[in-house]
């Protein structure tokens, strides 16, 4: 069985969207790794960087990406239940109070 194209696009949108998210994470994680004695003073700002500015940022897109991709999925595909539509939209809602919410409910 073949998908069409708009089932495809709102895959990929939702795939991506976790695949951002999990990135987003992995930076912020990465940079709050204990730092090695005598590190210099350049790193320990790239470490802030990635903390503050990077994993978020894209961990940001990667919801947005996400919600962007469940709305698509409840709005594009018609063969779907009226029920499982709504279900959709609730969760894309969901996600996006956790974004207007704070960074701090995504990555902790």
Do not use: Q, Y
């Amino acid at each position: 069985m073949m998908m069409d194209r708009k089932k495809m696009l709102v895959a990929a949108m939702i795939a991506a969207g976790l695949l951002f998210l999990m990135v987003g994470a992995i930076l912020v994680d990465v940079s709050r790794a204990a730092p090695r004695p005598g590190e210099p003073a350049d790193a320990v700002l790239n470490r802030a960087d990635l903390a503050n500015v990077w994993g978020p940022a894209i961990g940001h897109f990667g919801i947005f990406l996400f919600v962007l991709g469940l709305v698509a999925a409840s709005l594009l595909i018609e063969d779907m239940d009226v029920f499982v539509r709504l279900f959709l939209l609730i969760v894309a809602f969901v996600a996006l109070l956790l974004v207007l919410a704070g960074s701090t409910t995504i990555f902790g």
